[in-house]
């Protein structure tokens, strides 16, 4: 069942480079960074993920990556994801992705304890400027 928002990012695309080809299709790797807000508490954000085109028209995408999380008093989370994303029809180079997040964290006591072994879904609006705003909701 889908729970409560949880968490709000504002990222930056940083890099993108291809990591591989594959009977014409490209496998290319982007990393992000940013800001967000998890339950009240600010951490920044680095990601990074690699796409791979599923449609004839090559505006469906498949998305896997990795993350961490880190607030200004060190404590750390991680995440992993899986995601399809979808190019704008109205927007050139601007893209809609959902998806779904696995984290972990060791953190026992501090305020990312609530995010060790949390599911999440998400949906992230990336604009034509390379700007990206994220939603998540814990998944009960």
């Given at each position: 069942?889908?729970?409560?928002?949880?968490?709000?990012?504002?990222?930056?695309?940083?890099?993108?480079?291809?990591?591989?080809?594959?009977?014409?299709?490209?496998?290319?790797?982007?990393?992000?960074?940013?800001?967000?807000?998890?339950?009240?508490?600010?951490?920044?954000?680095?990601?990074?993920?690699?796409?791979?085109?599923?449609?004839?028209?090559g505006k469906?995408?498949?998305?896997?990556?990795?993350?961490?999380?880190?607030?200004?008093?060190?404590?750390?989370?991680?995440?992993?994801?899986?995601?399809?994303?979808?190019?704008?029809?109205t927007v050139?180079?601007?893209?809609?992705?959902?998806?779904?997040?696995?984290?972990?964290?060791?953190?026992?006591?501090?305020?990312?304890?609530?995010?060790s072994n949390?599911?999440?879904?998400?949906?992230?609006?990336?604009?034509?400027?390379?700007?990206?705003?994220?939603?998540?909701?814990?998944?009960?």
């Open positions: 069942m889908l729970g409560d928002l949880i968490a709000e990012e504002k990222n930056k695309i940083i890099s993108r480079r291809v990591l591989s080809v594959e009977d014409g299709i490209p496998k290319i790797e982007t990393s992000t960074t940013g800001m967000g807000n998890y339950k009240g508490t600010e951490y920044q954000q680095t990601s990074t993920f690699y796409t791979i085109p599923r449609s004839e028209d469906i995408f498949y998305v896997e990556g990795l993350g961490t999380i880190s607030t200004n008093e060190g404590e750390m989370a991680t995440y992993s994801g899986q995601a399809v994303g979808r190019q704008s029809e050139t180079g601007a893209m809609r992705f959902y998806g779904s997040l696995f984290y972990r964290t060791s953190s026992k006591n501090g305020k990312l304890a609530s995010l949390l599911v999440a879904v998400f949906e992230t609006i990336v604009d034509d400027s390379n700007n990206a705003r994220a939603k998540i909701w814990e998944w009960k």
